[in-house]
């Protein structure tokens, strides 16, 4: 039995960032406020929070992480990637206020403290602590199926069961992005999964 490793076309992964910054506010609510999301679909999702002025959240050294932003607002303003080969690769979302102002940015990196967002906040070391529990999907032999949208999220997992083996996968980021995953070799039968994203959120997935 030869094992025929998960291939993934579109591979992205995620991580949402609330916002950053220290300014003043008259209000009680941080001028900066960070939720970090990371999603590798093979590995899974992970969330982080940051908050400046007064510094707290769940990064390692909150006032450290807020020092540097504060220095540095283009870490998530102008977040760039530091490449690497092989696995280990992230996409990652920022979201939230940085100084009190809206943010919405998007990197695809690899997971390093050499990527100098991630250095900064000090979660390079940290990110399996942070690991979410996967959403899973489960499939049987010759099914296929379409999860709803909301059911699995990218980095969830669906499973697929047949021919006496368990194959699995996790969901894509992007839309329209194919994962697959299966068993081959001599005297064999194949078993396949497919796991697609689609457009509206629904994950369309088959077991064969």
Known sequence: MKPRLVAVVGLVTVLAVGAVGCGGRHDSSPATHLTLLAVDPQVGRAVFHLSCGPAGGDVPAPARACAA?????????????????????????????????????????????QMQLIGALGIGRVLISHLQPRRRGTLVGGEERTFPPGVLRPGDEVVCRGRGRTIDGGVPVAVGAEAEAGYDGVGVKPLDLTIVRRRDGSVAASCR
């Open 69 to 113: 932003l504060a220095r540095t607002p283009g870490l998530v303003e102008t977040a760039k990637p530091f490449v690497c080969h092989g696995p280990g690769w992230w996409d990652i979302s920022i979201r939230g206020r940085l100084d009190g102002r809206l943010l919405r940015r998007h990197v695809s990196t690899c997971w390093t403290s």
